[in-house]
């Protein structure tokens, strides 16, 4: 009869460290997973869900005064500058935490759109030296800068921020695809969605 309740009670210590052993196994494999989660998403980085194309003409003038502001020499150039510019989302950005527990990401904040690169094809006319103001490789470097800064401003009042707010499901659902991947279900109740067929972010 002892031998019968101590082959009982080593059965169940057995299955008991099994099943703590299994417990801890799991939890490090979850644990393990959400950090591999989370090193997914960020390696994301950016992006992009719209791009924009323009054409503008921009006037670059600069005057340099020599001798007690005497003489003055003037450098002008008239500047088509044709860019397309890529709107969307910076991922590195989100605010995100892991359950490992339930296998869950919960996503609690989404960034709001913003240009991610701009990419400028130059043409200068009417480039005109100054007597004493010339046009110099540093000048056009300037120039080239500044025509960036010039198609950034037009950004705003293009309506490419609504249209990527538009597509911020779009890029939600490729978090939600990188979590699926390994089983895990992604939570982004706590964001406020508006509108099933706009599908817009705030």
């Known amino acids: 009869m002892e031998t019968f309740f101590i082959i009982i009670i080593s059965i169940l210590v057995t299955l008991g460290i099994v099943t703590v052993y299994k417990q801890w196994k799991t939890k490090q494999v979850a644990t393990a997973q959400s950090a591999i989660l989370l090193d997914k998403i960020k390696r994301v980085y950016k992006f992009i869900t719209v791009e924009g194309d323009f054409a503008e003409i921009y006037h670059y003038e600069d005057v340099k005064e020599k001798f007690l502001k005497l003489i003055s020499s003037r450098k002008k150039a008239l500047v088509i500058i044709n860019a397309k510019a890529h709107v969307g989302f910076d991922m590195s950005k989100i605010k995100m935490k892991t359950n490992p527990k339930t296998k869950t990401v919960v996503l609690s904040h989404f960034p ?91």
């Open 112 to 202: 709001q759109p913003e240009v991610l690169s701009i990419e400028t094809d130059i043409n200068y006319y009417d480039k005109k030296d100054g007597m004493f103001n010339k046009f110099y490789a540093s000048d056009l470097t300037e120039l080239h800068a500044q025509a960036k800064i010039h198609i950034q401003d037009k950004v705003p009042e293009s309506g490419l921020y609504e249209v990527a707010r538009g597509e911020a499901l779009e890029a939600i659902q490729l978090i939600e695809n990188i979590v699926e991947t390994i089983g895990w279900t992604l939570d982004y109740s706590a964001l406020k969605l508006e509108g099933d067929h706009q599908k817009k972010l705030e």
